[in-house]
C-alpha cells in the first residue's frame, strides 16, 4: 500500500473507514468518517510526511438510495511529494453539514460556496456561506441534486421575473425598491465624528468591457484604495455539469469547448484524457503528437490573446492589433484542421479527428520561422515601456506561500516562483520528449506573469519544433470497436462496422464503473475533469475544475491596498475567462 | 530617457505604417475562402436522380447534443423495405456545429456547408424543414451523388473528405 495510505490509517484508525488504491489509474483515495473530518484535513495540511499544501477541487455528488445521501470528495496535491489524493466524506439528508477547512486551505473558500450552492451541504465555520453561481435569493432548491430537474423547474418565459412580451410596459416608481434596501451598498455611519465616516461601495460590472466576460465585483473604497472587492460570479452560469448527467460522453464534447471559449483545444484535451483515464484507451503515437501541437498552438493563442488584452486594458492598443494579427495565422490553421475556428470540437476518444496535412505543417513551420521575431516586438513595446512598468510592476502580488494556499494554478502561480507545472509533474502527450523548461517568476507581481507567459510562449513553439521534426506516420485514433466509432469508410463496407457504429452513436460506450481525477495544463492553469461512472453511458457526475474559478478565490486576497485603476490589471493577470469560470 | 521609450515604440509602429500589408478583409466586399472541411449551415443532400439520401434512420437525433433534429420516418410508398423521412425539422438556433450528425449519418445524406451569413430578424426562420434543409443542400453542393446502385457495390461515395481521402470535384468547387 502507498505510504502515504498507511501513515493516515496508523494515525486515525477509526476516523479512516477505508482505504483504496487504484491499481490501473494510481490514484489514491480513502474514506473518511464526517466526525473527524476536520483534524484529518488538518493532519494531511501540517504533518512533513503528507504536506498537501494545494488543495485542488472540492466536489460533491448526491446518492438519493443511500442512507448518507451526500458524498463530498476533496482532492489535494502535495507540491513537495507530488502525490494526489482523494478524500470522500458521507454526510446524511437530514443534517448535511461538515466542518469547514476554509481557515487551512484559503482556496477552500469558494469551492465550499460552490457545493453549497449546488448541493446545499453547510460548511460549518465557513466564514461567508451564501450561494456562488446562482443567484443569491434562489430559493427553488440545489441544482446538482438528482431530484432536482436537469431542464430546470418551469419555463424561463413562465418565470415571473421575466417581463412577458404581451404585457404593457410597468411604470418605474420610485417604491421599486424599498426603503430599507435602499442602502445596501453603503457602509453604516461610523460612530465617530471624523471627516471620513463612510466607506464608498462601487458596483463594477457585470457589463464591463475589462471584466472579459459578466464579472461583477462590489469594490469597497476607501478614497481610491480598495480595503474589500467581494466577487459576484455566475451570470454565465449554464449547469454544464448538470448537463453533463443527462449526455452520453460523446455528446459532452462539443460542450468542453464553450467552458473555455478562449481555448477550446486544450479543454477537449483535458476532457479526453480523463474519459481515456476512465476507460483505458492508448493512444497511437502520431495522435499523441498531433495532440501536442494542437495543444500547444492553442497555448499561444490564449497567451496571445491575454497579452493583446491586458495591454489594451491597461491602454497600449498597438499590442492588441500585433497579437491578434498572430493569433488569426494560428486560428486559420485551427480552421483548415477541423473547419471552426474557436469552438474545434476536434479531439476525439483515442486519437483526432483528422491528421495534420503538410500543408498546415508547411504553413505551421513557416509560422514558426517569424514568430520569434514577432515575440520580440511585443517586447520592443512592452519589456522597458514606462507606463506598462508602472501599472504592473508590484501589482497584484501574491507570497509563493499564499498562491499555493490559495489553491492557485499555471502562470499564476509559478510567477510566485512555485515550479508547478502538470507537463512536467505528470507528463503526457509527448511532453516527456521534448526538450523545455518552466519559466519561473521571482517576484509574483503581473510584470513577472506577464514575463512567464511571453517565455511560455518561446517554449511552446520550442516543443511544436521539436514536434514536428519527431513526429512518425501512423493511424491518428486508435482501433477500439466499442469505443471509437469505426471509420466511416468501413460503415458503408461492412455490417460488423455498422453495427459498432450504431450502437456507439445511439446508446454511446459504457465505461467500467468507477471513477477519476484528470488534470491537464491549460494556458490558464490546472483544468481537471473528475468523473464518477456507474457503469452506464452517461456519467454519474461530472465535476470540473477550473482554473479560473479557483483563481477568483484569490481575488479579494490580492485587490486589497491597491487603488481602483489596478482592479482591471488584477483581473487581467488571471487570464479569467467567465465561459469557464461560471460554467 | 523619455525620447528614447517613445522613439522605440514609435518605430515598431513606423516600420509597420512603412511595411504596410493589411491582414484585415472589409468584410460584406470581400470574403474570406473557406476550406473544404468548413462547419457551416447544415444541409440534406439527394442523389443525382433527386432522391434524397436520408433513410429516416434517426442516428442524428440521437446522436445531437442539444437536441436540434427532429426526424419522423415512414415507409416508402409502394416499397414496403425502403424508409425515408417524413418529416425532418431542425431548430438552428441551438445548433453548436459540432458535426457529430454528419459524422453519424451512415449514408451520408447529411452535409456541413460553407454557408454562414444566417442572421436573420425572426428566429422563427430558422427553424427548418425538410423542403429547406434540401434547398441549402441543392445549391451547396450541385454536383449530386450518382445512386449508389451505379457505382460499384461495396463502395460508397462521399460528400465529405475523410482524412487521407483525395478530394472529389463537387468540393473542389467554391
Not at chain 1, 481555448?263 to 476532457?271: D, E, F, L, S
Not at chain 1, 454511446?508 to 488534470?519: D, L, M
Not at chain 2, 425532418?88 to 456547408?113: K, S
Amino acid at each position: 500500500m502507498h505510504p502515504v495510505l498507511e501513515t493516515l490509517q496508523q494515525q486515525f484508525p477509526i476516523i479512516i473507514q477505508s482505504v483504496n488504491e487504484d491499481p490501473q489509474r494510481h490514484e489514491l483515495s480513502a474514506q473518511v468518517e464526517r466526525g473527524g473530518w476536520g483534524d484529518v484535513a488538518q493532519f494531511l495540511h501540517d504533518d512533513p510526511a503528507m504536506a498537501f499544501d494545494h488543495m485542488t477541487d472540492i466536489c460533491s455528488v448526491d446518492y438519493p438510495d443511500d442512507f448518507e445521501r451526500f458524498e463530498i470528495i476533496y482532492h489535494f496535491l502535495s507540491l513537495p511529494h507530488g502525490t494526489r489524493i482523494r478524500l470522500k466524506v458521507r454526510v446524511t439528508e437530514d443534517d448535511p453539514s461538515l466542518a469547514s477547512i476554509c481557515h487551512i486551505w484559503a482556496g477552500a473558500n469558494f469551492l465550499e460556496r460552490e457545493v453549497f450552492d449546488l448541493m446545499g451541504i453547510r460548511f460549518t465555520g465557513h466564514p461567508d456561506l451564501r450561494r456562488i453561481l446562482m443567484p443569491e435569493d434562489y430559493d427553488e432548491g440545489y441544482p446538482l441534486r438528482k431530484d432536482f430537474p436537469a431542464e430546470g423547474k418551469g419555463w424561463r418565459s413562465q418565470m415571473d421575473f421575466i417581463p412577458r412580451l404581451d404585457e404593457p410596459v410597468s411604470e418605474w416608481s420610485a417604491d421599486e425598491i424599498p426603503s430599507d434596501q435602499r442602502h445596501q451598498f453603503m457602509a453604516g455611519d461610523s460612530p465617530d465624528e471624523s471627516k471620513r465616516t463612510t466607506e464608498m461601495l462601487l458596483n463594477m460590472g457585470p457589463q464591463h468591457p475589462s471584466t472579459h466576460g459578466v464579472l461583477r465585483v462590489v469594490l469597497e473604497l476607501d478614497g481610491e484604495r480598495v480595503t474589500k472587492a467581494v466577487p459576484d460570479l455566475g451570470y454565465l452560469h449554464r449547469g454544464v455539469e448538470k448537463l453533463a448527467e443527462g449526455l452520453n460522453y460523446m455528446q459532452i464534447l462539443p460542450h468542453t469547448d464553450r467552458l473555455d471559449y478562449v481555448c477550446a483545444m486544450t479543454n477537449n484535451y483535458a476532457y479526453v484524457r480523463a474519459v481515456e483515464k476512465l476507460v483505458g484507451i492508448t493512444i497511437p503515437e502520431r495522435a499523441e503528437y498531433v495532440r501536442t501541437i494542437v495543444a500547444e498552438m492553442q497555448r499561444i493563442v490564449g497567451h496571445l490573446f491575454w497579452l493583446g488584452t491586458q495591454a489594451l486594458d491597461i491602454g497600449a492598443m498597438t499590442v492588441f492589433f500585433f497579437t491578434f494579427r498572430e493569433r488569426e495565422v494560428l486560428l486559420d490553421m485551427f480552421e483548415k484542421l477541423c473547419g471552426a475556428r474557436l469552438t474545434l470540437n476536434y479531439f476525439r476518444f483515442g486519437g483526432v479527428d483528422s491528421d495534420l496535412t503538410p500543408e498546415i505543417i508547411a504553413s505551421l513551420k513557416e509560422f514558426l520561422n517569424t514568430f520569434s521575431a514577432h515575440i520580440e516586438e511585443y517586447d520592443t513595446l512592452l519589456k522597458e515601456n514606462r507606463i506598462w512598468l508602472a501599472r504592473t510592476k508590484g501589482v497584484a502580488v501574491i507570497s509563493g506561500e499564499d498562491a499555493i494556499n490559495f489553491g492557485l494554478t499555471g502562470p499564476s502561480l509559478r510567477g510566485s516562483g512555485v515550479a508547478y507545472d502538470i507537463r512536467k509533474l505528470e507528463p503526457y502527450g509527448m511532453y516527456d520528449k521534448v526538450e523545455w523548461e518552466v519559466p519561473l517568476g521571482k517576484a509574483g507581481d503581473t510584470y513577472d506573469r506577464y514575463w512567464i507567459r511571453v517565455e511560455e510562449m518561446r517554449q511552446s513553439a520550442r516543443i511544436i519544433e521539436q514536434c514536428l521534426e519527431q513526429i512518425p506516420e501512423g493511424p491518428i485514433i486508435a482501433e477500439d470497436a466499442k469505443v471509437i466509432p469505426p471509420p466511416k469508410p468501413d460503415v458503408m463496407r461492412d455490417m460488423q462496422s455498422l453495427i459498432h457504429h450504431f450502437i456507439i452513436f445511439t446508446q454511446g460506450f459504457k465505461p467500467p464503473k468507477g471513477e477519476t481525477y484528470c488534470a491537464t495544463e491549460v494556458p490558464k492553469g490546472e483544468l481537471g475533469f473528475f468523473l464518477i461512472s456507474d457503469g452506464s453511458p452517461r456519467p454519474y457526475r461530472m465535476k470540473i475544475r477550473s482554473p479560473s474559478f479557483v483563481h477568483m478565490g484569490a481575488f479579494d486576497h490580492m485587490a486589497r491596498g491597491y487603488l481602483i485603476s489596478d482592479i482591471i490589471t488584477i483581473f487581467g493577470t488571471y487570464d479569467i475567462v467567465m465561459g469557464e469560470c461560471d460554467r | 530617457m523619455t525620447f528614447y521609450e517613445l522613439a522605440m515604440g514609435m518605430k515598431v509602429t513606423l516600420r509597420h505604417l512603412l511595411h504596410y500589408r493589411p491582414i484585415t478583409l472589409q468584410y460584406p466586399h470581400e470574403k474570406r475562402l473557406l476550406p473544404e472541411n468548413y462547419r457551416g449551415m447544415l444541409a440534406l443532400l439527394r442523389y443525382d436522380d433527386g432522391t434524397e439520401k436520408c433513410v429516416g434512420c434517426d442516428l442524428c437525433e440521437a446522436v445531437c447534443p442539444s437536441r436540434v433534429i427532429r426526424v419522423i420516418s415512414a415507409e416508402v410508398p409502394n416499397e414496403p423495405i425502403k424508409r425515408y423521412a417524413k418529416e425532418y425539422d431542425m431548430d438552428m438556433t441551438r445548433c453548436l456545429f459540432c458535426g457529430l450528425c454528419v459524422q453519424a449519418c451512415p449514408v451520408d445524406a447529411l452535409g456541413m456547408t460553407r454557408e454562414y451569413e444566417w442572421a436573420v430578424y425572426n428566429k422563427r426562420n430558422l427553424h427548418l424543414n425538410k423542403e429547406q434543409l434540401l434547398a441549402i443542400g441543392d445549391r451547396s453542393f450541385p454536383n449530386r451523388e450518382k445512386r449508389l446502385e451505379f457505382q460499384h457495390p461495396n463502395v460508397a461515395f462521399f460528400n465529405l473528405p475523410f482524412p487521407g481521402q483525395p478530394l472529389k470535384e463537387s468540393q473542389t468547387l467554391t
